[in-house]
């Protein structure tokens, strides 16, 4: 069954330093999203992506943050200067197949981030 | 942003037996409901959905229901199962392709 898939699954990085997280949705759908979860709290929408140029996003993605699709299969975030209060699991997912599958999104299994 | 809320923050239940897990929303205009079950750093696993034109929605053990009126649906789980012990989370969405605003997730618990 075709699956999301994130990579690393753990990053450790020292505040201001730049991640990039990356993420391979699943290779028919349309629509790609990030959320992220810090810990004991809800998971939380950061951006949508569709047909090339971002569709949405909270008031939590900054100019910190960006989302790039350089290829067919890749799609990845990227924290341009990490603050201590980005440490969370990043989720991406993906959603779009078929007649009403638009609303089911499909998510990786995530990558921790972590600041120090 | 508590648009969707659980307020049950755990559930126990006995193997065999019926999980229910309830959830309220805010928004009358969401136009898709979402379960997602979550095991302990792994994603959200899709469960069930259920269209707001819709008021129930049935698959194999899982079956979710609908009430617009009173801006609540609950998933039910029959017969629940030991595995099935996890965190589920329900998501709302106000159209195709939009963000899911998710609620804070149910701690399931299903003894042998």
């Known amino acids: 069954e075709p699956e999301v898939t994130q990579t690393p699954s753990h990053q450790v990085t020292q505040m201001g330093q730049e991640v990039i997280l990356r993420c391979v949705p699943i290779?028919?759908?349309?629509?790609f999203y990030w959320y992220r979860q810090i810990l004991g709290q809800k998971v939380e929408f950061l951006v949508s992506?569709?047909?090339?140029?971002?569709?949405?996003k909270s008031e939590i993605f900054d100019d910190q943050f960006s989302v790039e699709r350089p290829d067919g299969s890749n799609f990845t975030l990227k924290i341009r200067s990490t603050k201590l209060e980005d440490s969370a699991m990043y989720f991406c997912a993906s959603s779009g197949s078929g007649q009403g599958k638009y609303y089911e999104q499909y998510f990786g299994p995530g990558t921790r981030l972590t600041v120090t | 942003d508590q648009q969707v809320k659980q307020n049950s923050p755990s559930l126990s239940v006995q193997e065999g037996r019926i999980s229910i897990l309830n959830c309220d929303y805010t928004?009358?205009?969401?136009?898709?409901f979402l379960w997602y079950k979550k095991y302990p750093a792994e994603g959200p696993t899709f469960l069930i959905s259920i269209s707001s034109i819709k008021d129930k929605n049935e698959d194999g053990r899982f079956t979710v229901f609908l009430n617009k009126s009173a801006k609540h649906l609950s998933l039910h789980i029959v017969p629940s199962q030991p595995g099935d012990s996890a965190v589920y989370f329900c998501?709302?969405?106000?159209?195709?392709?939009?963000?899911?605003?998710f609620g804070q997730g149910t701690e399931l618990s299903v003894k042998p």
């Open positions: 290779s028919n759908h349309l629509y």
């Open positions: 998501a709302a969405s106000l159209y195709q392709g939009g963000k899911l605003i």
């Open positions: 992506f569709y047909n090339n140029e971002i569709s949405e």
């Open positions: 928004n009358s205009m969401f136009d898709y």
